[in-house]
């Protein structure tokens, strides 16, 4: 079907960069975030009579992503091996207490369904009820998850306060 198949290329091609920088603020990796577009991609393409009829095919694609997402934190395969280039010689170093942690590194600590609904929430800026579908679960589901996410976030962003001289550190 040439027409379905150009029609489905110029989508793509129009929505990759958007979809890569959801799939990274979920997954938190670049090369996962590629693997997270392809196989959602993919399962576009063989749905691709349905989710072109959607009324809101961004929003069609981005629920793809994010069950891709969730059914592969579930599934165990992050347990596979990484490969580095150069093992590491020794333990690494001391953590830099200046250096603080940014939101992405923040972000990558939360649990993948707390990520998931403050991704949708607060980057894709979907209402409690839309993210609600996305991640197909009730309304007080994507507050509570929403809710924990943000008080994690927060508790992980808190500035780190040094202890001045004749303080009690208790």
């Known amino acids: 079907m040439p027409g379905r198949d150009d029609e489905f290329t110029a989508y793509v ?9 959801v799939a990274y603020l979920l997954c938190q990796d670049w090369h996962r975030a590629d693997d997270l577009v392809q196989t959602a991609i993919t399962r576009l393409y063989l749905r691709w009579h349905r989710a072109s009829a959607a009324d809101n095919l961004d929003g069609y694609a981005r629920t793809v992503l994010v069950r891709v997402f969730l059914a592969e934190q579930r599934g165990g395969r992050l347990r596979r091996v990484r490969l580095v280039a150069e093992p590491p010689d020794g333990p690494g170093g001391a953590p830099d207490p200046d250096g603080g942690l940014d939101l ?33 679960c009730s309304a007080g589901t994507v507050k509570s998850q929403t809710s924990r996410g943000l008080d994690a976030l927060r508790r992980a962003l808190r500035p780190v306060q040094s202890l001045t001289d004749g303080e009690n550190p208790a």
């Not at 091609?13 to 920088?21: D, G, I, V």
């Not at 590194?105 to 939360?110: C, F, G, I, Q």
């Open 13 to 21: 091609t129009a929505r990759t960069p958007w979809l890569r920088r």
């Open 104 to 136: 992405r590194d923040a972000l990558a600590a939360l649990p993948p369904r707390q990520r998931a609904a403050v991704v949708l929430r607060f980057y894709c800026d979907l209402s409690v009820e839309q993210t609600a579908g996305v991640l197909d």
